[in-house]
C-alpha cells in the first residue's frame, strides 16, 4: 500500500511538473517569438517612412515645389460681357466691283448691329434701306482687292462702321458682321 501512496505521489508530481513545463515552454515561446515580431513591425514601419518619403518628394518634384501651375493673367478682353445688339439684316446682298486696273468682283452680305431696342435707329435703318445699299456698294467699289482680303477685315469693318455712322442722321451702328464676303476676278 506505500508503493500506491508512492505512485500516487509520483504520478501527481509528474503532472504537475508537466503542467509547470508546458507554461514554461509558452513563456519561452512568446519570448522567442517577440524578437522576431517587433522585427517584422521595424521592417513594416521603415518600409511605410521610405514610401512616404519617396511620395512627398516625387510629388513636389513634379509641382515644382508647391508653386501654382495655373498662371492668371488680367486682360482686357476676358473682363465683362459682350454686349448685346439689335440686329438688322434687311440689307440683300450686294454686288460691286473694285477699283483695281483689272477689277475684280466683290459680292458682300452685311448685318449690321445697333442698340438694343433702339426704334429710332431701326425706324432710320429702315426708311433708309436704298440709301444704306447704295453707300455700302459705293464704299467697296472703292476699294482694291488687297484691301478686302481676310487679314484686313477688322480694319474694313472699323472704317465701314465710321463712315456709316457719319451718313447716318441719328441712328448708331455699334458693329458690322460679314455674313458673306468674297471677291473673284473678273
Known sequence: MADDADEKTDFGGDEEGEDTGSKKKKG???????PNLLKFV????????????????TFNILNKGGRSQTV????DAYIGTRPQYSMFSALPVIRATT????????????????????????TELTSRLVELQDFVRNYFSNKYNADLQPDKEEQ?????LE??????????????????LSTMEM
Not at 72 to 75: D, F, I
Request: charged residues 15%; aromatic residues 6%.
Open 72 to 75: 492668371v493673367t488680367e486682360n
Open 163 to 180: 463712315k456709316l455712322n457719319r451718313h447716318l442722321n441719328t441712328a448708331k451702328v455699334r458693329a458690322i458682321f460679314f455674313k458673306q
Open 42 to 57: 521595424a521592417i513594416g514601419l521603415g518600409a511605410l517612412i521610405l514610401i512616404v518619403t519617396i511620395s512627398v518628394i
Open 99 to 122: 477699283k483695281d486696273p483689272s477689277p475684280y468682283s466683290v459680292v458682300v452680305e452685311i448685318v449690321l448691329g445697333y442698340d438694343l431696342n433702339n426704334a429710332t435707329a431701326a
Open 28 to 34: 519561452n515561446a512568446l519570448v522567442m517569438l517577440l
Open 156 to 160: 474694313l469693318k472699323h472704317d465701314l
